[in-house]
T-cell receptor
Framework: RKEVEQDPGPFNVPEGATVAFNCTYS??????FFWYRQDCRKEPKLLMS???SGNEDGRFTAQLNRASQYISLLIRDSKLSDSATYLC??????????FGTGTRLKVLA | GAVVSQHPSWVICKSGTSVKIECRSL??????MFWYRQFPKQSLMLMAT?????????EQGVEKDKFLINHASLTLSTLTVTSAHPEDSSFYIC??????????????FGPGTRLTVL
């Protein structure tokens, strides 16, 4: 089993749609959780950290379920510019980050 | 936000040559930098953790004699791919680690270096 698993997609959604991604992790001692966005042939950029109580940043909402060992990302009112690969990242200890393979999102006009 | 640069952004070389990639934190100091490799349609794979003033910590399966890492200052880490071969062709990305940032520990990534070995 992979340490961090994501549905690779692609998720093809129309503009304005709401889309949700899930990510599961295998190490119950994982400490920190993040969502990164990566555009084609570019470096990853931090989208948001994921806090235990859940957190929201504009159209983006992240949730953490420690009991079931998964995190989620919800994007509301999708924009064309949201098209990218979304990477789930889990830190199992200080200075140790595990990346998921990413979920591709295509927002269609 | 914190800015990390990488140089070169792309390089094409012949098999057997060595390639040096630089990673710089431009507006902050980073005692810890990471080096990742990403093959097409795959995720980032951590190669090594680079600590300023000490030896790098390599992940399992990564040859330290092939991928030489030097972190001589708080703003510069270098990765040298020695005797590169076509199978080393990949996207190499560095990141600089900041502890206790706004969102907790954070990584800031360089723009990556695309290496093609002929």
């Amino acid at each position: 089993r992979k340490e961090v698993e994501q549905d690779p997609g692609p998720f093809n959604v129309p503009e304005g749609a709401t889309v949700a991604f899930n990510c599961t992790y295998s190490n119950s001692a994982s400490q920190s959780f993040f969502w990164y966005r990566q555009d084609c042939r570019k470096e990853p950029k931090l989208l948001m950290s994921v806090y235990s109580s859940g957190n929201e940043d504009g159209r983006f909402t992240a949730q953490l379920n420690r009991a079931s060992q998964y995190i989620s990302l919800l994007i509301r009112d999708s924009k064309l510019s949201d098209s990218a690969t979304y990477l789930c990242v889990v830190s199992i200890r200080a200075y140790k980050y595990i990346f998921g393979t990413g979920t591709r999102l295509k927002v269609l006009a | 936000g914190a800015v990390v640069s990488q140089h070169p952004s792309w390089v094409i070389c012949k098999s057997g040559t060595s390639v040096k990639i630089e990673c710089r934190s431009l507006d902050f100091q980073a005692t810890t930098m990471f080096w990742y490799r990403q093959f097409p349609k795959q995720s980032l794979m951590l190669m090594a953790t680079s600590n300023e003033g000490s030896k790098a910590t390599y992940e399992q399966g990564v040859e330290k004699d092939k991928f030489l890492i030097n972190h001589a200052s708080l703003t510069l880490s270098t990765l040298t791919v020695t005797s590169a071969h076509p199978e080393d062709s990949s996207f190499y990305i560095c990141s600089a680690h900041i502890a206790g940032g706004k969102g907790g520990d954070e990584q800031f990534f360089g723009p990556g270096t695309r290496l093609t070995v002929l």
